[in-house]
């Protein structure tokens, strides 16, 4: 609970988070400066734009000890997966198993569309009412201050959380923290499962539920997601009956009536390293295998000599990365259902006899 977190006034603000960052002078006249251009660069990856700190930003070293010493332990709500110790994406999907009914519903650009107000207004409570300036500089503004970006929008300044800025993602989750519980309220009442993954919200319910997947149910979650200025992406609606796929897992109930059903891995996702292990096995080199399956691309050959020795033990390694990789992957599926039981007991034969093969393999010269 939040009173659980004392709040933080403002000597310990100057002395902990800001130490050895901005000089005296600069805290002294001016507070906490707003991130600039200077404090970070952008990357454009799949019409996505990401933000990079640099290391040479004062403000790098402050989110780092926020992240450690305060956002860390700010409680979350149940429904809340990603970005969490001990939490991966399959406990995003294991709790849906007995839904017959499924439904995901995509945020539309989730950290660059919450609202700033509304964000500082989650904030506010664990920030004594002081300012860090006098008179100048409130505490909770400085603490925005190190978080966000200001741009401007159709001649308007608007501040916004930069995907990629390291505190992002438990900015993210802690404001929506008043969101999934007012989503898990009202799914709780009709009988319907809720769980987030950051952008992606996951509903699952049983055959009778005729509410899952209506423009009524969407309309309510949009209405509680508009709250903090964000909106549902309706060109990524997910809606099925028994069966649904998603980013390489699938969840089956073909029983239904409040039965278990089954959570196993897509053929697509375990097609890599099958097509792998089956050339390897026809007498393919490494280097082949790297090259036409695994899409591994060329090492730059610095020195002529012992040029073609160095390209062998580049994809060895290579080979064996990916190898161990997939291996990893595959015990930490069959530990999950060791604890979950939730996957039938022929796939978990199949991704033990792959985990075998892989490692034989390794093993050999």
Same mark, same amino acid.
Request: hydrophobic letters at 35%; charged letters at 30%.
């Given at each position: 609970?939040?009173?659980?977190?004392?709040?933080?006034?403002?000597?310990?603000?100057?002395?902990?988070?800001?130490?050895?960052?901005?000089?005296?002078?600069?805290?002294?006249?001016?507070?906490?400066?707003?991130?600039?251009? &200077?404090? #970070?660069?952008?990357?454009?990856?799949?019409?996505?734009? =990401?933000?990079?700190?640099?290391?040479? $930003?004062?403000?790098?070293?402050?989110?780092?000890? /926020?992240?450690?010493?305060?956002?860390?332990?700010?409680?979350?709500?149940?429904?809340?997966?990603?970005?969490?110790?001990? /939490?991966?994406?399959?406990?995003?999907?294991?709790?849906?198993?007995?839904? +017959?009914?499924?439904?995901? /519903?995509?945020?539309?650009?989730?950290?660059?569309?919450?609202?700033?107000? =509304?964000?500082?207004?989650?904030?506010?409570? #664990?920030?004594? &009412?002081?300012?860090?300036?006098?008179?100048?500089?409130?505490?909770?503004?400085?603490?925005?201050?190190?978080?966000?970006?200001?741009?401007?929008?159709?001649?308007?300044?608007?501040?916004?959380?930069?995907?990629?800025?390291?505190?992002?993602?438990?900015? $993210?989750?802690?404001?929506?923290?008043?969101?999934?519980?007012?989503?898990?309220?009202?799914?709780?009442?009709?009988?319907?499962?809720?769980?987030?993954?950051?952008?992606?919200?996951?509903?699952?319910?049983?055959?009778?539920?005729?509410?899952?997947?209506?423009?009524?149910?969407?309309? +309510?979650?949009?209405?509680?997601?508009?709250?903090?200025?964000?909106?549902?992406?309706?060109?990524?609606?997910?809606?099925?009956?028994?069966?649904?796929?998603?980013?390489?897992?699938?969840?089956?109930? %073909?029983?239904?009536?409040?039965?278990?059903?089954?959570?196993?891995?897509?053929?697509?996702?375990?097609?890599?390293?099958?097509?792998?292990?089956?050339?390897?096995?026809?007498?393919?080199?490494?280097?082949?295998?790297?090259?036409?399956?695994?899409?591994?691309?060329?090492?730059?050959?610095?020195? %002529?000599?012992?040029?073609?020795?160095?390209?062998?033990?580049?994809?060895?390694?290579?080979?064996?990365? *990916?190898?161990?990789?997939?291996?990893? #992957?595959?015990?930490?599926?069959? *530990?999950?259902?060791? *604890?979950? &039981?939730?996957?039938?007991? !022929? !796939?978990? !034969?199949?991704?033990? &006899?792959?985990?075998?093969?892989?490692?034989?393999?390794?093993?050999?010269?």
């Amino acid at each position: 609970m939040k009173q659980n977190i004392t709040k933080i006034n403002s000597d310990f603000y100057k002395n902990f988070y800001l130490r050895e960052t901005f000089s005296d002078d600069i805290i002294i006249t001016r507070g906490v400066p707003v991130i600039t251009n &200077d404090d #970070y660069k952008c990357i454009t990856a799949n019409n996505r734009v =990401f933000f990079s700190l640099k290391n040479s $930003s004062p403000h790098k070293i402050i989110q780092e000890r /926020l992240i450690k010493n305060f956002l860390q332990k700010i409680p979350l709500n149940s429904s809340a997966i990603a970005y969490r110790k001990k /939490l991966s994406y399959l406990h995003y999907l294991e709790p849906h198993v007995y839904g +017959e009914k499924f439904c995901r /519903l995509d945020l539309s650009n989730f950290f660059h569309k919450i609202d700033y107000d =509304f964000a500082k207004e989650c904030f506010k409570s #664990y920030f004594s &009412d002081e300012y860090l300036v006098s008179n100048k500089l409130k505490l909770i503004d400085a603490f925005l201050n190190s978080i966000t970006v200001e741009t401007e929008i159709n001649g308007m300044p608007k501040k916004f959380f930069p995907m990629g800025f390291p505190t992002s993602p438990f900015i $993210s989750n802690i404001i929506f923290r008043k969101l999934d519980i007012l989503i898990k309220n009202f799914c709780d009442k009709r009988g319907i499962s809720y769980t987030r993954y950051a952008d992606d919200m996951f509903f699952s319910s049983t055959g009778k539920d005729k509410l899952l997947g209506s423009d009524y149910f969407d309309n +309510e979650i949009a209405s509680i997601v508009r709250l903090a200025g964000l909106s549902i992406n309706n060109s990524k609606k997910v809606y099925k009956k028994n069966i649904i796929s998603l980013n390489g897992y699938i969840i089956e109930n %073909k029983d239904g009536a409040g039965e278990r059903g089954s959570l196993r891995i897509s053929n697509d996702k375990t097609y890599l390293i099958r097509k792998a292990l089956y050339k390897y096995k026809k007498g393919h080199t490494k280097e082949n295998i790297c090259k036409n399956v695994f899409s591994v691309k060329p090492p730059k050959v610095k020195y %002529k000599r012992k040029a073609s020795e160095f390209v062998q033990s580049y994809y060895d390694s290579q080979f064996s990365n *990916k190898l161990a990789g997939y291996r990893s #992957y595959l015990i930490s599926f069959v *530990k999950f259902n060791e *604890k979950f &039981d939730c996957i039938d007991k !022929e !796939e978990i !034969e199949k991704y033990s &006899d792959i985990i075998n093969e892989i490692s034989k393999v390794l093993l050999s010269k």
